[in-house]
């Protein structure tokens, strides 16, 4: 394998540091707590020059936690957590050239609020209003007018901008309620439960023009074949076209 040219994907670099915080802000009634996490790898590229580039991952994390008890019978939480991704040379490798690595710069997002509340000793309820999100691209790092996408078929070499960027974005709302009631019995304890949940599954999916509208398919370095793509300029999407908007929604 050496033989070849394959270097093995050794840890160039790898470091990881964390940080939370939390307490009471008024002592039995408001608490809190936040955290920060960073996490970073960089990994040499089997048979890529390190002074060419290598695979560098950046992983950051926010989250905090509110928790206020209205009173004896309510207790309202609120929650949220943000996380960000880059990769900016993902994909990149001895058949791959750098200029058509696919960056990737990709963020997610958690909320949450809740209302629990105690009726009785019997009775009880939770509300919850949930959003989970994410938006996922894949952009280039040339210009494909100046550098349009191109394969090599012959060698299997991929130069120019990178075909197919595209842009994938999710967005999950959800709210649930659910009521509880304990009913004691000589035969034994039951939960009697009714509950309500909707759910609508949002999922945002464009090639979003960023690599162009066509990409040449050479043989041994001569043009052999075009592949077209219906896409218009990145610069217009959303508003002269657009990508698909798949929506599943439940109850």
Do not use: C
């Amino acid at each position: 394998m050496t033989k070849r040219g394959y270097t093995r994907q050794p840890n160039i670099q790898f470091w990881e540091g964390h940080t939370d915080i939390g307490g009471p802000i008024k002592l039995d009634k408001v608490w809190f707590y936040a955290a920060y996490n960073h996490f970073k790898i960089d990994k040499q590229i089997s048979g890529v020059p390190r002074a060419i580039a290598t695979d560098l991952g950046v992983f950051d994390n926010y989250v905090t936690k509110e928790t206020w008890k209205v009173s004896q019978k309510d207790t309202v939480v609120g929650y949220f957590q943000w996380g960000r991704k880059q990769k900016p040379n993902r994909g990149l490798s001895t058949t791959v050239s750098p200029e058509a690595a696919q960056p990737q710069d990709s963020v997610s997002w958690v909320y949450k609020g809740q209302h629990s509340r105690v009726w009785s000793n019997r009775l009880f309820t939770d509300v919850k209003v949930n959003l989970f999100g994410y938006d996922f691209p894949l952009g280039v790092k040339a210009d494909y007018k100046v550098q349009p996408p191109r394969l090599d078929t012959g060698t299997n070499f991929t130069t120019g901008a990178a075909w197919d960027a595209f842009d994938l974005a999710r967005q999950k709302p959800a709210v649930t309620v659910q009521t509880t009631y304990y009913v004691p019995s000589a035969l034994g304890s039951h939960d009697i439960k009714v509950g309500f949940e909707y759910l609508l599954d949002i999922a945002k999916y464009a090639v979003d023009g960023r690599s162009g509208p066509i990409r040449y398919r050479d043989l041994n370095g001569s043009v052999n074949e075009i592949m077209f793509v219906d896409a218009g300029e990145n610069s217009a999407l959303g508003s002269t076209w657009r990508g698909s908007n798949d929506r599943d929604q439940r109850y």
